[in-house]
């Protein structure tokens, strides 16, 4: 472990990264650029496991000088949950800001976050997180990214920040989770049902990076909400915020009654009427696309899949979500 923090600061960034060395480098010029005084931070970045060029980046003089940066070197993978517990636990500051490895913190998101924090000991600070400018050509209907505008019952880890007192207190990431999809949502609910206050400040903005994707690879990506189950039924709170109390997207029971209306309309032709309703989402869903027919194909194929997913993890996890 390398240190080059001094003295105690007002908050700590804690960063899990894993094989994204170049992403990483622009996040730490993110963070050496906050308006925050560089005293009152200190940065800890926790590699887990990377075989790329991240030692290098994190091992540069420039790093320690431009930062109060410490990191911590993993030598087996064990993935986002327990990298970030290695970081907080290690952490000096009395409030925790977490950020992720594709992200860039815009200047003023420490300073926000301390004065929304209010100083106590209670408060769980969300900011807004949106895909990064500079990326926008790369905003195909494939592509990746996260886009958070308002407070989100997911406590997405990539703009938050939490007490340490309430992260001891419920000893941090359940590191149970076998893929980095859950573990976030879980977190927030347990230290909300511990008494955090969640407070949402939009002027915290964080850009996130946008990820071009082959279909094959976001079909992929929908898969992994098989893994998300585990968080909803851990966490009645979180599953509330379902539709209808048990469907995991908003358009999985839209395209459920569109299927099953088609079926039906094999004999009772009025029955397509039914699927309207999902047929006006997949129209507002695909608006501005230069190939609308394509992109709603594939986002009906995209809901398919995750809904299939979804299922398996429901069957895994003996809890009822589609």
């Known amino acids: 472990m390398r240190d080059s923090a001094q003295a105690t600061p007002d908050i700590s960034v804690v960063v899990a990264t894993h094989n994204r060395a170049e992403r990483l480098q622009a996040l730490l010029d993110g963070l050496h650029a906050q308006d925050l005084p560089r005293e009152r931070f200190e940065v800890i970045v ?62 003023g998101w420490l300073s926000v976050m301390l004065d929304e924090s209010q100083g106590r000991t209670d408060t769980v600070v969300q900011g807004v997180t949106i895909p990064n400018p500079a990326e926008a050509e790369a905003l195909t209907r494939y592509a990746k990214t996260v886009r958070i505008t308002g407070p989100s019952p997911h406590f997405e880890t990539c703009n938050i920040s939490y007490p340490r007192a309430l992260l001891e207190a419920v000893a941090g990431f359940d590191e149970s989770y076998p893929a980095p999809a859950g573990e976030d949502s879980d977190l927030g609910w347990r230290i909300k049902d511990a008494g955090g206050v969640p407070v949402f400040a939009p002027a915290a903005v964080v850009h996130h990076a946008v990820f071009p994707r082959t279909p094959r690879r976001a079909f992929d990506d929908a898969l992994m909400a098989t893994h998300g189950v585990q968080a909803y039924k851990r966490n009645p709170g979180l599953r509330e915020h379902l539709t209808q109390g048990m469907f995991y997207e908003r358009s999985h029971p839209l395209l459920l009654q569109a299927a099953f209306a088609a079926f039906l309309a094999r004999r009772q032709p009025a029955a397509a009427a039914l699927c309207l309703p999902y047929a006006m989402h997949l129209r507002q869903r695909t608006r501005g696309d230069a190939q609308p027919v394509r992109a709603a194909l594939f986002a009906a194929a995209y809901d398919a899949v995750q809904i299939g997913a979804t299922v398996r993890g429901a069957v895994r996890h003996r809890f009822p979500i589609l």
């Open 46 to 107: 926790v590699d887990d496991a990377s075989a790329d060029q991240t030692p290098d980046v994190l091992g540069a003089e420039t790093a320690a000088q431009r930062l109060s940066l410490r990191t911590v070197r993993l030598d087996t993978g064990g993935g986002p949950a327990r990298a970030r517990n290695t970081g907080w636990r290690l952490a000096r500051a009395q409030r925790i800001a977490f950020t992720d490895d594709d992200c860039i913190p815009t200047p």
